[in-house]
């Protein structure tokens, strides 16, 4: 079974808007985390927010904040006030506590910024 | 700039070519992995090492041999390699204690004819 499901493929947004990019994930362990990650046309990976299970309050950088929803297994990304720089792949991820390092990624979503 | 750097950017090989991807991190960090992103699947690990001890290994083929010689530098050897690991490799890095912020190279463009 997919641990982290990410359902669009690709979405569109115009340019200063807020965009919600989905995430869904599947864990039986009590302590987890959850990030998400920018992958821009030149292939790198930059690390964007993180969201431990503990965590009391939704997760926040500036523009990005991760809004979680613990008993629906969710932690969508939102993006405000969007820039022409971010139109890019985003995946999202998780982080098992039994499981040491590794990480579980998502799909990915693509997002374009029109201007 | 990022703080993890990887060559080659491009590679293309023979099935029955040996050669060596690198990776080397500036930050200071004392984890390293290895990951794989194929065009069709999500991102997959291969391998971890902390402090230079290898602590994962992702079910991957023999035919991929990681080597950390220090915690700056990273080496994924290849030999034999098959049409379906043409991919884009990944190399990250991290704080061992904060292995959930971390850092990736740009990647290695991997086809293989």
């Known amino acids: 079974a997919q641990k982290i499901t990410q359902t669009q493929p690709g979405m569109f947004v115009q340019e200063k808007e807020a965009v919600t990019l989905d995430c869904t994930y599947d864990?039986?362990?009590?302590?987890?985390?959850l990030f998400w990650y920018k992958q821009p046309s030149s292939g790198e990976m930059i690390f964007l927010i993180y969201q431990g299970s503990y965590d009391q309050q939704n997760a926040t950088e500036g523009r990005y904040s991760l809004n979680f929803q613990k008993a629906r297994k969710s932690a969508n990304l939102v993006i405000s006030a969007s820039q022409l720089g971010d139109s890019a792949m985003y995946f999202c991820a998780m982080r098992e506590n039994n499981a040491g390092n590794m990480l579980t990624f998502g799909g990915g979503t693509r997002l374009m910024v029109k201007p | 700039e990022t703080g993890v750097t990887q060559t080659p950017r491009h590679l293309v090989m023979g099935m029955t070519n040996k050669k060596s991807l690198k990776c080397e991190q500036h930050l200071g960090h004392n984890a390293m992995y290895w990951y794989k992103q194929s065009a069709k699947k999500p991102l997959e690990l291969m391998f971890v090492y902390n402090f230079k001890e290898q602590t994962e290994n992702n079910s991957v083929p023999s035919r991929f041999s990681p080597e950390c010689p220090n915690s700056s530098h990273l080496f994924l050897h290849l030999h034999t390699l098959q049409p379906e690991d043409s991919a884009l490799y990944l190399c990250?890095?991290?704080?061992?204690?904060?292995?959930?912020?971390?850092?990736f190279g740009p990647g290695t463009r991997l086809t293989v004819t």
């Open positions: 990250a890095s991290s704080l061992r204690d904060r292995d959930y912020e971390q850092y």
């Open positions: 864990t039986s362990d009590p302590s987890y985390g």
